[in-house]
């Protein structure tokens, strides 16, 4: 087989396997109890804001598991974000799940909780909590996903995702896809302060 016939085989095994992956990830829109509207951007940005001094842009040619995504680019000496308010039901705990690729650079994603005691997450967030943090590969996109009990009196959360570079000037833009959020079982509680086994 001459070098361009292997190249070319190459090329077709590693786009065959992107298109596995990416079909072996579940819609957004698809998974039960998921309380996130437009969580596919599958025309569009609507409900969704930037978070610090971050560029938020629509993007019809990338996603996962279909084409469309959010994408985010920081300001030096600044992350990359977006995040979305939603309103939540009583329940004892929420997980918030995300697809993220960068686009250029090293760096990590987080996946955050703020509470409101408003359903437009108008005033000040009463709880902050970051859920998981993972290093992202460029040119695939990885999940990141991550749970929180909740306070008795948040009626919404605003749920989002935060990327930083290994440097703080570092500009960087990513790609955020295929959103989550839904009630799960209570998180375990982390044991009192100096127990032991």
């Known amino acids: 087989m001459s070098r361009g016939r292997r190249m070319a085989a190459a090329a077709a095994l590693l786009a065959a396997g992107a298109t596995a992956a990416a079909a072996a990830v579940p819609r957004c829109d698809g998974v039960a109890g998921n309380l996130v509207r437009n969580c596919g951007f599958d025309k569009g940005l609507q409900g969704w804001r930037?978070?610090?001094?971050?560029?938020?842009?629509?993007?019809?040619?990338?996603?996962?598991?279909?084409?469309?995504?959010?994408?985010?680019?920081?300001?030096?000496?600044?992350?990359?974000?977006?995040?979305?308010?939603?309103?939540?039901?009583?329940?004892?705990?929420?997980?918030?799940?995300?697809?993220?690729?960068?686009?250029?650079?090293?760096?990590?994603?987080?996946?955050?909780?703020e509470e409101h005691t408003t359903t437009?997450?108008?005033?000040?967030?009463?709880?902050?909590?970051?859920?998981?943090?993972?290093?992202?590969?460029?040119?695939?996109?990885?999940?990141?996903?991550?749970?929180?009990?909740?306070?008795?009196?948040?009626?919404?959360?605003?749920?989002?995702?935060?990327?930083?570079?290994?440097?703080?000037?570092d500009v960087q833009s990513v790609l955020l896809d295929n959103v989550t959020l839904r009630s799960v079982d209570a998180t375990p509680e982390a044991p009192p302060s100096g127990s032991g086994p």
């Open 50 to 113: 930037s978070q610090a001094v971050t560029t938020i842009a629509f993007d019809a040619r990338h996603g996962v598991p279909a084409p469309g995504a959010l994408r985010m680019t920081n300001q030096p000496a600044s992350e990359a974000g977006a995040s979305t308010c939603v309103v939540v039901p009583a329940a004892p705990a929420f997980e918030v799940s995300g697809y993220l690729q960068r686009l250029d650079g090293p760096g990590s994603c987080l996946a955050f909780l």
């Open 120 to 169: 437009d997450c108008s005033k000040g967030a009463t709880a902050f909590h970051e859920l998981a943090s993972q290093p992202l590969v460029r040119g695939t996109f990885t999940e990141v996903r991550g749970s929180t009990a909740l306070r008795r009196d948040t009626v919404a959360v605003r749920a989002g995702f935060a990327c930083y570079g290994e440097q703080d000037d």
